[in-house]
C-alpha cells in the first residue's frame, strides 16, 4: 500500500474515497477501524452472526456515503460508529429481539475448563451485558469499552450526556453485582 496513504488522517482518507484513490484510502480506513467495529456490533447485538452482519451493512454504508460525497465527515470514528449503531439497530428492529431479563438467566456454576480465565471473564461480561436495556448497553459498551466519551456518545445516540452518564452507571452497577460472585469483585 502507498505509503502516503497510511500518514493520512482518517478525515483526509474519507474525503479520498471519491477519488482515484478510492480503494487504498477504504483499504486504510477498513484496517485503522474494523476491529472495533466488529466487537462493538457483536457486543451491542449479542451474537456473532448478528454482529458479522451489521458490521457488513456498516462498511457498505459507510463506502457508499464516501463515494457519493453525499456526506462531509470530520470525525470517521464517530460516523462509523453512529452508522455500526444503525444498521444494529436495524438489525434487532428486523428481528424483534428480545432481551434476556435479568430473572431469566441462569449462571451454571462455576466448573473448571481447558479455558482461559480472560475468556471466562469475557464471556460472563458479554452475558452481563445481555440482560441490559439496549439504551445501557449501548452507553456502557461505547464508553467503557470503546473510550468515547460522555460528549461523543451524546452525537452518536442524540441522547443527553446526563442521561448517558446515568446509563453509563446503572450498567457498571449491574455488570460489578453480576461479575463479584463469579470473579470476586466488590460490588459495594
Not at 448517558?164 to 455488570?175: D, Y
Request: include cysteine; charge should be negative.
Amino acid at each position: 500500500m502507498n505509503p502516503s496513504i497510511r500518514e493520512q488522517t482518517d478525515a483526509a482518507l474519507f474525503t479520498l474515497l471519491t477519488s482515484a484513490s478510492s480503494l487504498q484510502a477504504f483499504a486504510e480506513l477498513y484496517e485503522r477501524h474494523n476491529r472495533r467495529i466488529l466487537h462493538y456490533c457483536e457486543r451491542l447485538l449479542g451474537s456473532v452472526d448478528d454482529g458479522a452482519d451489521a458490521f457488513q451493512e456498516t462498511w457498505i454504508q459507510f463506502h457508499q456515503a464516501g463515494v457519493s460525497g453525499s456526506v462531509v465527515v470530520d470525525n470517521v470514528r464517530g460516523y462509523l460508529f453512529t452508522v455500526a449503531r444503525n444498521a444494529c439497530l436495524m438489525k434487532l428492529r428486523s428481528k424483534r429481539v428480545q432481551l434476556i431479563r435479568l430473572e431469566d438467566l441462569a449462571m451454571e456454576p462455576h466448573c473448571p475448563t481447558t479455558s482461559s480465565p480472560d475468556n471466562e471473564v469475557r464471556d460472563l461480561l458479554s452475558k452481563a451485558l445481555e440482560v441490559l436495556d439496549h439504551g445501557s448497553r449501548e452507553a456502557y459498551i461505547l464508553h467503557d469499552i470503546e473510550g468515547f466519551s460522555y460528549e461523543e456518545i451524546s452525537a452518536i445516540t442524540n441522547t443527553s450526556v446526563h442521561a448517558l452518564r446515568n446509563k453509563v452507571w446503572r450498567a457498571r452497577t449491574h455488570v460489578r453485582t453480576y461479575l463479584a460472585p463469579h470473579v470476586g469483585v466488590n460490588h459495594g
